[in-house]
Structure formats: C-alpha cells, structure tokens
C-alpha cells in the first residue's frame, strides 16, 4: 500500500466495461433506456432546477450568438472546419446539448455517442480568445474517460437518449442513470456529484417509485473515499468500485513513523502556509494512484509539485505528464525511465515550449515528441510514419497517439497527412531546450513513498 500505482487507459476501460457487464448480466441495472453521465466538477450540475432555467436560457442565448459569429468570421478556414470537427463527448451540460441540437457540428458522429454530450475544444491553443474559441474548455480526466465510455459504448445495446433532450425527458424517460468516476480520492466530489441528482424532486419521485435507479462505477477508489461514498448509500443505489488506490492514509505504521512520514513530507512542500493542508494532497488524502491520462491532486505534493526558486527536489511527476515513466500495458507495474533529476530549461517565450508553466498545455511534452519524429522523419526524406509505428518508437498507447495526433491538427501543426506546416516547423524551433542536472539533499529515507524500483542509483 505504500507503492505508487500508475494504471493506463486500457485498465481503466476495461475495468469499467467489466463492471458494468456484471450489473447488466445481474439485471441489477435496466438497460433498455439508459442515460450515462461522467463525473465531474462542472459548474452547471445536470438535473437544472426551476429557479435557474431564467440564468441558463441566457447563457443559451449569449453562447449561441457567439458561436454564430465565430462561424461567420472563420467562414472557408481550414484550421477552424477542423476545430469544428474536434467534438469529443463530455459530462452532461445543457448548454452544450442545446448548442448541439441547434448546430450540425459533425454530422459523422457515431449514433452510440448519444447517450453523452458532446463539447469542443482545442487543448493547444491557450491563446485563443472568446471570439475564437466560444467555450475555451480544457478536458480532464473527465473528458478521457468520456471518450473511453464511447468507445465502451458501441459493444452496448442499450437505448440511449439523443444529446438534444431536455432535462425534461431525460428525467421522464431514463430507468438508469450510470456515473462514472476513474478515480476518487475522498470521494468528496462523488457525494456532492450525485446529490445534484437528488435536488431535482421528480428524479426523488422516480426513484422512490422504483422506476429510476441511480448506478456508480469507480474504477478506483482510496479507503478513505470508500468510506465516504458508503456512509453516503442512500444517494445511489448500485456502487461498483472496481479497485482499491493505495494511500498514505491507509498505512498501518505506528506514531513515530507517522510523525517522520509527515515531517518528511510538508519538508518538501513549497508553500509553507500552506504545508499541512497540502502536503498530503487535495484534504489529506495522500493517494498513490494515476493514470497514464490524468494526476490527481490526491497525491502527496513532494511527487508532483513544481520547481521553485527555494526548492532543489525535482518531483518524480510534473503537472500531468507521466508518458515518460508509463509504458503502454504497464497495468501496475512501473517501467521506463524517468526524468527524476532533469528538468528542461525552457526560454525561447511564448510558445509550445513554454508549456510546462501553462494549466493548457499538460500533455504537451509528448506533443513535442511526436512533432520531432515527424520532423526527422521529413527531413531524412522517408515515408511519414504510422500510427502504429509511432506508438512503438515513443511507447504510447495508439489510442494515446491518435488523440495527441487530434490535438496537433487542430492546433494547426501537422495537416492531415502527418506532415508538419510551418507553424509546426516554428514551433520546433521555439522548442529547443538545454538539460541541466539538480542536485539533491534528501536527509529521509526514499523507502517511505517511492517503491524500490525508483530509487536513486537503482538499475532498471
């Protein structure tokens, strides 16, 4: 329990396709007409009461207007057709479901999204204004399980309800109502999620009546949040946690190793005012738990905190980056290597390079490599490389490949034959980088959070 997990996209997807086929093959959910919802922290929650629809339908209105402009002024460019194209689906929002109905976006998306909203944005533009990008979303983890429950969905018979319903007949009409977490650290946003649910009173009169049920599936979960959403039950009324996240909070150590433990940790915490709030993570949770798409804020600061000028400890996970410790496949196990004491020194301002300041750019390292290879691959005059081969070079997963792939068109970096435009070749440019080594003065012991495989001075 004392190991760090990193778990990859295909054990996420998996582990949710597996729990939900035990629930239907156990008739414990009701698969004829079926509404599924990604858990999230959005602001507008799903069932809209009353008393907001006056706010909402202005939103509407604003956000339509919006994008009826933004169409007018990107009328015959590329770059924006392919904006437009990059619909990918997300947790439930009313606005965007209105804009979808309103608004052919993709006509070619696949019938099995439908059960899903769909949103669109660009995570490599961070530049791009409001007139540009009308809803300037960045996806999260939210949006990655999203597109896994897609593809999950397409092996499913179920009768989903169209983007375009109202709340009205979503409410009317689903018997269930799937939510869906990849992970929970306190299980704090899970309660508060499914509790918008419950504020809506024909939602509690269905519910009441048997005729509506209320399903969790978390892929995974620390103790801590187990516990949680358990003293919560009442708030669904089928709970799958597929597997359990290891913690600090779960450790049965003795005072004295508690005491050096928490010493060890607000050590290295950058804030000192804020030390004992987060050097355990987001409410001291002290997750050891992520994934190859998403880094909680569950985890203990010293393994994912930024350099800072009064630092000299270079954290083993940056913002959420880890493609260069996770190998596609790598279910618990860690492999690779790593970039534990280098750092590079980006200075070339404002670009792709400048990522690692920018809360736009979290997966942008991998971005920089595949331009790279693409780059020598032109250069050395070869056939640009597949998917598959790229996915074998840089060790990615192909599904992995295909979304930064997604994400290096839309920003206009590659055209659709992977060959590099020139703001691509620009950008390279802006993208050099020098390595320079830290130096380290850890007065602990490693053994208390890094499993022996990532010890310095050990062979991989």
């Known amino acids: 329990m004392n190991e760090l997990q990193i778990v990859s996209t295909d054990d996420v997807r998996r582990g949710i396709s597996n ?247 607000e050590s290295y915490s950058l804030n000192k005012k804020s030390r004992r709030r987060a050097a355990f993570g987001f409410e001291r949770s002290g997750a050891l738990y992520c994934s190859s798409f998403s880094i909680p804020n569950n985890l203990p600061v010293v393994l994912r905190q930024p350099l800072g000028p009064t630092s000299n400890w270079s954290p083993l996970l940056t913002h959420q980056n880890i493609q260069k410790i996770v190998g596609h496949g790598t279910g618990d196990a860690i492999r690779a290597t790593t970039l534990i004491g280098t750092h590079p020194d980006f200075n070339n301002g404002p670009s792709l390079a400048a990522a690692k300041k920018s809360p736009y750019f979290q997966r942008l390292l991998g971005d920089l490599e595949i331009l790279l290879l693409l780059y020598l691959s032109e250069a050395r005059e070869c056939f640009m490389p597949s998917v598959n081969e790229i996915s074998s070079k840089l060790r990615l997963e192909i599904a992995e490949v295909e979304s930064r792939l997604e994400t290096l068109r839309g920003g206009g970096f590659i055209d659709l034959s992977f060959s590099l435009t020139d703001a691509g070749r620009a950008e390279l440019e802006k993208a050099k980088k020098k390595q320079y080594q830290k130096k380290y003065s850890l007065h602990k012991s490693l053994n208390l959070y890094y499993p022996s495989s990532l010890r310095l001075g050990e062979k991989w």
């Open 19 to 265: 729990a939900l086929e035990v629930m239907l093959q156990a008739k414990k959910i009701d698969s004829r007409i079926f509404y599924c919802d990604v858990i999230s922290s959005r602001e507008i929650p799903p069932p809209l009461e009353a008393n907001h629809a006056l706010k909402i339908k202005r939103q509407k209105e604003e956000a339509e207007q919006r994008f009826k402009q933004w169409k007018r002024e990107h009328q015959g460019n590329e770059k924006a057709k392919i904006t437009l194209q990059n619909v990918s689906p997300f947790s439930s929002n009313d606005l965007l479901r209105y804009l979808r109905s309103k608004h052919d976006v993709d006509a070619s998306a696949p019938s099995f999204f439908q059960h899903v909203a769909f949103e669109t944005f660009l995570p490599n533009q961070p530049s791009l204004n409001k007139s540009e990008d009308p809803f300037g979303s960045v996806p999260g983890s939210e949006a990655i399980t999203a597109n896994l429950l897609g593809k999950l969905f397409v092996e499913k018979e179920s009768h989903f309800l169209a983007p375009s319903s109202s709340q009205e007949e979503v409410i009317e009409n689903a018997r269930t109502i799937l939510l869906v977490a990849d992970f929970s650290g306190t299980g704090v946003q899970v309660v508060e999620y499914a509790k918008t649910f419950h504020a809506n009173e024909r939602i509690r009169e269905k519910r009441n009546q048997k005729r509506l049920k209320i399903v969790l599936i978390c892929y995974a979960a620390t103790l801590l949040a187990e516990k949680w959403i358990k003293e919560n039950q009442y708030l669904f009324d089928e709970i799958s946690i597929v597997k359990g996240a290891h913690s600090l909070s779960a450790l049965d150590w003795d005072s004295l190793k508690k005491k050096e433990l928490k010493d060890f940790l």
